[in-house]
């Protein structure tokens, strides 16, 4: 029984049609679902018993549960048990202009990051559209709070996760739903460069991040394998082909790690890059893992980095801090816990 959390209204649209209803109860249900957060469908008052009856029949309002939760002041670390049994994780972080979250898209990564805890944990399959909008709706009710932005930033590749990602996007997007605006969601890709060029032509103005962490082959195909397939030469293409269609600035994500990718050559080089483009890098402190042999660079280190990209004409910030007491790097949380 297919979860009514993965249907976006065009899709219950079609399904009222096909069941020979007026397509407009569509929408009745997405405010029911969305803007009430109703979850017992016989109090879907403004339907009819008979199709109460029928949508109860035919979709699951079954949700993934909360297997574990770690907070501090501004930070909420989610554990969640998925219906097949396995764990994904999401984060909300608090800051001045609202409430964001991190949402996973996979069960697991295999794109093997090197410094990522995602990164080992093989990728066991892909998250259904719902299981990514259960993340904002489990974490809202939990909290009593309304979360204003969006990450895709979390457990897995959200491009390796195509198709269920578009879908997720149009569910929290849609006005009559969630309703959290385009420029209020961010995804983030390690460089699919195929699955960027397809981003680029759709009429989405949502924000994408690339998270580079190197700014030459050598390094990153010692970081990050995918950069063995697609390399900097091609990635950089991609973006300035996503940069002139789209006209949308890109994000340039950089982990500060210790003695790898923090010299001063390095961020010559980094802003030697993306000179003139339209794009911001930002250095983001490592959060370190004891899985891992990688560390943070120092507070010096990170400014002098900063500081050499400022003089080079790049503009960047340095990424606040957010969980580094709660083990809230991406799968920090899950690798402790035994997956099916």
């Known amino acids: 029984m297919p979860s009514i959390y993965n249907y976006s209204r065009h899709d219950f649209e079609k399904y009222f049609e096909s069941i020979g209803e007026k397509k407009f109860k569509a929408t009745q249900v997405y405010e029911w679902l969305y803007r009430k957060r109703e979850t017992n469908i016989e109090n879907f008052s403004?339907?009819?018993?008979?199709?109460?009856t029928r949508l109860a029949t035919d979709f699951s309002f079954d949700t993934l549960k909360i297997e574990k939760k770690e907070s501090d002041y501004q930070t909420h670390k989610y554990l969640f048990r998925l219906s097949d049994d396995n764990f994904i994780e999401a984060v909300?972080?608090?800051?001045?202009?609202?409430?964001?979250?991190?949402?996973?898209?996979?069960?697991?990564?295999?794109?093997?990051?090197?410094?990522?805890?995602?990164?080992?944990?093989?990728?066991?399959?892909?998250?259904?559209?719902?299981?990514?909008?259960?993340?904002?709706?489990?974490?809202?009710?939990?909290?009593?709070?309304?979360?204003s932005s969006v990450?895709?930033?979390?457990?897995?590749?959200?491009?390796?996760?195509?198709?269920?990602?578009?879908?997720?996007?149009?569910?929290?997007?849609?006005?009559?739903?969630?309703?959290?605006?385009?420029?209020?969601?961010?995804?983030?890709?390690?460089?699919?460069?195929p699955k960027i060029y397809e981003l680029s032509k759709l009429p989405l103005q949502i924000n994408l991040a690339i998270s580079l962490h190197a700014p030459n082959?050598?390094?990153?195909?010692?970081?990050?394998?995918?950069?063995?397939?697609?390399n900097i030469a091609a990635l950089k293409q991609a973006i300035k082909d996503y940069l002139q269609v789209t006209g949308r600035r890109i994000t340039i994500e950089y982990v500060m790690l210790n003695n790898v990718n923090d010299s001063n050559a390095c961020a010559e080089e980094l802003a030697n890059l993306f000179k003139g483009m339209?794009?911001?890098?930002?250095?983001i402190?490592?959060?370190?893992?004891?899985?891992?042999?990688?560390?943070?660079?120092?507070?010096?280190?990170?400014?002098?980095?900063?500081?050499?990209?400022?003089?080079?004409?790049?503009?960047?910030?340095?990424?606040?801090?957010f969980g580094t007491n709660i083990k809230a790097a991406c799968g920090q949380l899950r690798g402790s816990m035994k997956n099916k």
């Open 151 to 193: 990450v895709i930033m979390g457990i897995g590749e959200p491009l390796d996760n195509y198709d269920n990602i578009l879908k997720f996007i149009e569910i929290i997007n849609d006005a009559k739903g969630i309703a959290i605006g385009a420029r209020h969601i961010t995804l983030s890709t390690c460089g699919l460069v």
């Open 217 to 230: 082959d050598e390094l990153r195909n010692m970081l990050m394998p995918v950069n063995k397939v697609y």
């Open 46 to 52: 403004n339907l009819k018993k008979e199709l109460r």
């Open 92 to 147: 909300v972080m608090f800051h001045d202009y609202g409430n964001s979250i991190c949402v996973s898209s996979e069960v697991g990564c295999n794109m093997g990051c090197r410094f990522c805890e995602s990164g080992r944990q093989k990728k066991i399959r892909n998250l259904e559209a719902h299981e990514i909008v259960e993340q904002i709706l489990v974490i809202e009710q939990d909290l009593k709070i309304r979360l």
């Open 285 to 321: 402190p490592y959060n370190e893992t004891n899985h891992l042999e990688f560390k943070r660079s120092s507070r010096n280190r990170i400014m002098a980095f900063y500081d050499t990209l400022k003089k080079n004409g790049l503009n960047c910030t340095i990424r606040k801090e």
């Open 278 to 283: 339209n794009v911001y890098v930002n250095l």
